[in-house]
């Protein structure tokens, strides 16, 4: 049998050692050459036993082979080595000091390796000769690179939420990928203003990306923007061996910017068709226009639907009420408003030097009579009343059980500062609610009230009113 010989070596991240024995005896000739191989993480590759060994030719050799194996760069906690046995079966092959045989272990096939991580990995190897103390060390070098597969996306859809006038928040699924955890893949949103964002090609040639990339997010916070314009918007999620991928483009389009009145009155929208069931509004002029038809008698929209389309700005200049009139004969409003999410904003009755007292009722509304208002907001209101009912919305929600008439005011809100004078009826919502049902309505601001009067946040008086 060949003496045993154990060489020492360097702090090392794992050491591994072959002992040998040689029948027939062996004499090595000249070291063999070191060798390189390439490969992807988690992808088997064989590599030559003679690279291992450096023996040429193993048929004459029996018994027992010994010698040293030792890994010197990457983390063998991440990779593995294994055997084909005669009977094609693996066995892996452990780093430490071991001897084999040959009859058990078919050498003239392959060493195989394998790697759960990217990087370079070095071995050393070294064998005993003829009994003595004949080293030859040669180094294998693998490097394992990423996975050449982009990551998969289960759902592709963007989600666009929170869409303002400048601004929205886009939502994704989170990616999976082969070889990098879920948390360290990077994702890129981009956007552009034409739809001509569909691979990840065209994203990076003719999109703007928004930040740089981030790992394991989900959502995106996108500012910025113009109002009332179309944009288109993906992002791209990459691996860490630069792998990528995309999700589906999404279009959004950003809330317009409200309408700033100029004191103008625009009719059009009512007399170019005035048998007409239901009539939309856009501007401030056409919300003015509503006004003026109401108050001048000529439509009290008993049966029709106002529907407002965007937001509007009454840019503080004084407004008359819709419905100005404290009398159930007179100028009432009695269809229905649905502002459709919208807001009217900046409405001014009167300022904090000089209250208003010609107005019958002061709001947005003066006085309703068996009307419906839905799904509108109220920004901002600026009003000082020196009347008997004010609200931010409305003034007055007059009903009548003999005559069968009632008011709803639903999904609607106000903000802002309502003052009434002596003797009044103010409220943050509305002033005075007769036979009346409000339902998923607020008010915020401030609420003032003189002598002898009667106020509330959200109403001042019902008489009665169902809340």
């Known amino acids: 049998m060949t003496k045993i010989i154990r060489r020492k070596f360097m702090a090392i991240v794992l050491t591994l050692a072959m002992v040998m024995s040689l029948l027939p005896a062996l004499t090595i000739s000249a070291k063999a050459a070191d060798k390189s191989y390439e490969t992807t993480v988690d992808t088997e590759i064989a590599m030559n036993a003679t690279d291992i060994f450096g023996v040429t030719d193993f048929s004459s050799l029996a018994g027992n082979l010994g010698g ?11 990779m593995s080595l294994y055997y084909l046995k005669t009977d094609n079966s693996h066995e892996n092959m452990p780093f430490g000091e071991l001897d084999f045989n040959l009859g058990s272990y078919d050498y003239r096939s392959k060493i195989y390796f394998k790697a759960s991580a990217q990087g370079t990995y070095i071995f050393t190897s070294s064998y005993t000769a003829d009994g003595g103390e004949n080293y030859e060390d040669r180094t294998i070098q693998v490097t394992v690179t990423g996975s050449s597969s982009a990551p998969t996306i289960a759902d592709k859809t963007i989600t666009a939420s929170g869409i303002t006038q400048t601004g929205a928040v886009l939502s994704w699924n989170k990616a999976t990928d082969e070889t990098s955890a879920q948390t360290a893949l990077q994702y890129l949103a981009y956007q552009s203003g034409s739809n001509n964002l ?5 994203i990076e040639a003719n999109g703007t990306p928004i930040d740089t990339y981030a790992s394991d997010i989900a959502t995106k916070t996108v500012g910025s923007l113009t109002a009332g314009t179309a944009y ?15 999700y589906t483009a999404v279009p959004v389009t950003t809330t317009a910017a409200p309408d700033i009145w100029n004191g103008t009155m625009n009719t059009s929208w009512y007399t170019a068709n005035p048998a007409a069931e239901t009539f939309t509004i856009s501007t401030a002029a056409q919300l003015a226009g509503l006004a003026s038809i109401v108050n001048a008698g000529t439509d009290n929209f008993s049966g029709n639907t106002i529907n407002l389309t965007s937001n509007i700005d009454l840019g503080s200049i004084q407004w008359t009420p819709i419905g100005n009139t404290d009398v159930t004969t007179g100028p009432v409003f009695a269809g229905i408003f649905n502002g459709n999410g919208h807001t009217v904003s900046n409405l001014a009755i009167g300022t ?3 209250a208003n007292s010609v107005l019958a009722n002061a709001g947005l509304f003066g006085f309703v009579y068996g009307g419906t208002i839905k799904n509108t907001g109220v920004l901002n209101v600026s009003i000082y009343y020196a009347g008997s009912r004010a609200g931010g919305l409305a003034g007055w929600l007059n009903g009548s059980t003999s005559e069968g008439v009632a008011n709803t005011i639903e999904n609607c809100y106000a903000t802002g500062i309502v003052s009434g004078g002596n003797s009044s009826n103010t409220g943050g919502l509305v002033g005075v609610a007769d036979y009346s049902t409000i339902t998923k309505c607020y008010a915020a601001g401030s609420v003032f009230a003189g002598t002898d009067a009667y106020a509330g946040g959200l109403l001042a008086l019902p008489t009665p009113a169902a809340l």
Do not use: L, R
């Open 68 to 78: 040293f194996w030792e890994i010197t760069s990457g983390s063998a906690s991440t």
């Open 198 to 202: 569909g691979s990840v090609a065209n």
């Open 232 to 246: 288109y918007f993906n992002v791209i999620v990459k691996d860490a061996a630069g792998n990528k991928t995309c």
């Open 352 to 354: 904090s030097a000089s």
